[in-house]
């Protein structure tokens, strides 16, 4: 089958570099491509030793070569019959083409990429993982055995199928999955949609999307923590953003912090986006627990590590003024088109 659609390939190109001149070549290119004996019939020939998953394919490409060296036949012989008026007064080479319409990121690529683009200037690769996901990967693994109460806060989607399989409720799964590797360090980020079982609202949906990272390695500290979440909102505020760190539990993280950020809207005196406080939440973090190391074959007692995670579509929301989550997933080309030119 290769080694047709190759031939196919190379008569191709053989008929593109062709010159037409002459009725004599041009006969003998009737004959050697059209002719009852000629390629294009040989090659129909060869249809019956093709395997009929491939047979599709291959009658489709078939086709295509033949209307190509047909439709090189026909403009050759237009030229040589002197019956070019027609087709040289036809086109104006002088008009505007047709416009291309340029498309534009989506506001929620936009913030991925800018987020990811820090990390990757601080040494993190990006590691992606499905988004079907066995419990053992979203929760167990995680410090979230069955019945525990945490996984009330990350309620999701069941595969009906397999009542062991469910829609990811955070890209915490890819983490588990690239230690499960081995391969230490470690330094990753993880993009990519979660989902939850969230009634849907101008604040909350039932998928969204987050960036993850995790650093671990021997020696890691909260300090390191600290010091990279802090490059991290700099780059992405500005130099003059403040921080602080709120202690927060997570199963999987011990100790645990959210980080806020100084209110970028009203700059730290309070307004109704930051509730009055002068300060956004914009991500959880903490130092990767023992068990998660153990789950995943990495003796904690040499091994330590960071974890975090934000989600993107509320930075995104602050970045753009959007006022409803909901916009984002509507697909309205209004809406969308407003990012043309959005970095
Ligand atoms: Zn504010």
Redesign the pocket.
Known sequence: MDQLLQQIENYKQEIAKLTTNGAESLEAYRIKFLGTKGIVKNLMAEMKNVTAEKKKEFGQLLNEFKQYAESKYEAWKEQLDGNTTASATSIDTSLPGDPISIGSRHPISLMKNQIISIYQRLGFSVAEGPEIEDDFHNFTALNLPEHHPARDMQDTFYIQQNPDWLLRTHTSNIQIREMEKGKLPLRIICPGRVYRNETISARSHCFFHQVEGMYIDENVSFADLKQTLYYFVQEMYGKDVKVRFRPSYFPFTEPSAEMDIS????????????K???W?EILGCGMVHPNVLSNCGIDPNKYTGFAFGMGIERPALLKYGITDIRLFSENDVRFLRQFTSAT
């Open positions: 209110c970028q809207i009203c700059g730290g005196s309070g307004c109704s986006i930051c009055r406080t002068g956004l």
